[in-house]
């Protein structure tokens, strides 16, 4: 390997970090969001507020 391999491979790391954050983030979101969604509709399935939401 040459000196510039070291360089080439560090750019790649750095151009590749927000996109793994991001769809992290992404990920992490979605799953927050099912997670309170079944909560609310656990805590109050006896609501008709819930027919009226669809």
Sequence with gaps: MTDVSGAVILVLVLLAF???IG???AA???LLG???HRDGR???A???L???NT
Excluded: K, M, N, W
Aim: net charge negative; charged share 25%.
């Design 50 to 52: 819930l027919d009226l």
């Design 34 to 36: 099912e997670l309170l």
């Design 18 to 20: 927000p996109v793994v």
């Design 28 to 30: 992490l979101a979605a």
């Design 46 to 48: 006896d609501s008709e």
């Design 23 to 25: 769809l992290s983030t």
């Design 42 to 44: 656990a805590r109050h």
